[in-house]
């Protein structure tokens, strides 16, 4: 393993190459990794760092939205079949026919969309930034896709009249179990629960803290408690652990782990810097109009 850790940093300083990981990748995945983070902010740091070849330990769409900002760089994908089950519930057509149904409404689509999708929207978003997106377009009908849990979330917060949602859901978060963090809760009233809105309406209601991945490592590492249940995919414990070693983290008992962002392995990043293999492409219409949606985002997070 150590072994494979050392050849893996001496090809990407050979090859010029940066190595990008979500928090939701293997524990080794993001130890061999240049930075960690959501999948906003690591398309962020791909677009500005000097290395013109990106390996993007995550899933498709984020290695595509990678590539969508910098068309110039090789972005490579070490396991090609991680997908995102998610993002693979809508394509192109289905918010073309969307549109045609709602003609005045704008399209907001989060982040964990194909790059097709993001080409049929108005403006993209992560989970961190659609409240202030939602408020910004100030809108009385929105079509919010693909997931539904997300959107709901913000629209009892932005109260849009007519919020339009697709019926798409994260697996890992769709299906947690509520009586299991009912019997934690009961079990010990010091621990607080952090949950990722892509989790159903039933589950936030048992939430002390509702945010994203990003946002339940910063409460938790700035907050005062010494015990945590966290709702989201089991891969962020790696940095939660990290910043905060002195605290307690526990999951809920049906494991919450997504499958394919555990397709990447160590071999595969040493295989895909080795071969350039799995390059991601995005053919350029669909490019530049993609980029006009992450671009929307950007300038109205400013």
């Excluded at 929207?121 to 202030?132: F, H, P, Q, Y």
């Excluded at 007519?162 to 934690?184: A, K, L, P, Q, T």
């Excluded at 809105?197 to 589950?203: A, D, I, L, S, Y």
């Excluded at 002195?246 to 555990?262: A, E, G, N, R």
């Amino acid at each position: 393993m150590q072994n494979l850790k050392e050849k893996i940093q001496k090809l990407k300083r050979e090859k010029n190459a940066l190595i990008l990981a979500h928090y939701y990748q293997n524990d080794d995945i993001q130890e061999i990794a240049d930075f960690v983070g959501d999948s906003y902010y690591l398309s962020k740091i791909a677009k500005e760092c000097k290395e013109q070849t990106i390996v993007f330990c995550g899933v498709l769409f984020m290695a595509e939205s990678a590539k969508i900002l910098s068309p110039e760089k090789t972005v490579l994908l070490p396991n090609i079949e991680a997908g995102c089950t998610m993002a693979d519930m809508i394509n192109g057509e289905d918010v073309r026919e969307l549109k045609k149904e709602h003609p005045k409404a704008k399209v907001v689509c989060y982040m964990n969309s194909t790059a097709e999708v993001k080409a049929e929207s108005d403006v993209c978003c992560t989970s961190s930034n659609a409240l202030k997106i939602i408020k910004k377009l100030n809108s009385d009908e929105v079509i919010f896709i693909p997931d539904k849990n997300l959107g709901e979330y913000i629209n009892e917060q932005a109260h849009v009249k007519n919020m339009i949602f697709w019926n798409g859901f994260c697996r890992v978060h769709e299906f947690v179990n509520v009586d299991e963090i009912m019997d934690i809760k009961n079990a010990d009233e010091h621990v607080k629960v952090l949950v990722h809105p892509e989790c159903n309406r039933e589950v936030r209601k048992l939430a002390d803290f509702i945010g994203s991945t990003g946002e339940i490592i910063d409460f938790a590492t700035k907050d005062n408690c010494q015990k945590y249940l966290i709702v989201t995919e089991e891969g962020i414990l790696y940095s939660l652990k990290n910043k905060n070693p002195d605290k307690q983290f526990i999951t809920p008992k049906t494991p919450m782990t997504c499958c394919s962002m555990k397709k990447n392995t160590l071999n595969d990043v040493y295989m895909s810097l080795l071969n350039n293999q799995h390059e991601v492409t995005v053919d350029e219409n669909i490019r530049q109009a993609a980029h006009k949606c992450l671009n929307a985002m950007h300038e109205m997070t400013r």
